[in-house]
């Protein structure tokens, strides 16, 4: 089965660094994905790492380290829009996803 | 127009109540997938299908059922719907030939059971 943590709750100022943390067991694990969700809406796609290492998207990075199971989201310069929901999920080896609970992000003035 | 689109977005029924989601997509995927979200819960997989003739069991099939009625086309039913399905319920889709774990996601149904 899969299992994977992340906080529930996260609260940052505008213009600030937050990271966000997934650790996941997994009997299959082929890469960590992250999603963006504002509230009443759709899951968006953010990053995918298959590798450990960083991937960097504009003001998103994604970080995976495998022999630790763990990997986190780095969103810099914060903006007010970025307040939403960030899911990490693992990919198996039929790529089917397997989410988290979400980390709802808070970004205040 | 939306890539992925889910009929209905919203729907209040009773307990008892055959129910039937639909999704659409035009994105040309072969991989198409039911999520149920939530709250506290994240999404879970209900089922899954790689193509028209494919169709396999997700986190929690339980009580649903699905039908794949061509490469565009993949329907969500609840045969006999009791309060506990009450949720959001997401179709997605994906390209096989991408191995990136990027879903496409349609706009959700919010399903109301009473």
């Known amino acids: 089965g899969q299992s994977l943590e992340q906080p529930s709750e996260v609260t940052a100022v505008e213009g600030a660094i937050v990271q966000i943390n997934c650790t996941y067991q997994?009997?299959?694990?082929?890469?960590l994905s992250w999603y963006q969700q504002h509230d009443g809406g759709a899951p968006t796609f953010l990053s995918y790492?298959?590798?450990?290492g960083l991937e960097e998207t504009g003001r998103f990075s994604s970080f995976l380290s495998r022999s630790d199971s763990y990997g986190y989201l780095l969103l810099q310069e914060l903006q007010m829009k970025d307040s939403a929901s960030y899911f990490c999920?693992?990919?198996?080896?039929?790529?089917?996803?397997?989410f988290g609970t979400g980390t709802r992000l808070t970004v205040i003035p | 127009d939306a890539d992925v689109t889910q009929t209905p977005r919203n729907r209040i029924t009773k307990t008892g109540k055959r129910i039937m989601l639909e999704c659409s997509q035009t994105?040309?995927?072969?991989?198409m997938y039911w999520y149920r979200q939530d709250p506290g819960l994240g999404l879970r997989l209900i089922y899954y299908?790689?193509?028209?003739?494919?169709?396999n069991k997700g986190e929690i099939s339980d009580g649903y059922s699905v039908s794949r009625q061509a490469q565009a086309k993949f329907s969500l039913s609840l045969e006999s719907a009791i309060p506990n399905q009450t949720a959001l319920y997401f179709c997605?889709?994906?390209?096989?030939?991408?191995?990136?774990?990027?879903?496409?996601f349609g706009e959700g149904s919010r399903l109301t059971v009473l």
């Open positions: 994105k040309g995927h072969d991989r």
């Open positions: 790492n298959a590798l450990d």
């Open positions: 999920a693992v990919r198996d080896g039929a790529n089917n996803l397997f």
């Open positions: 997994t009997s299959g694990f082929y890469g």
């Open positions: 299908s790689f193509d028209v003739k494919d169709i």
């Open positions: 997605a889709t994906s390209d096989y030939r991408a191995h990136t774990g990027e879903l496409f």
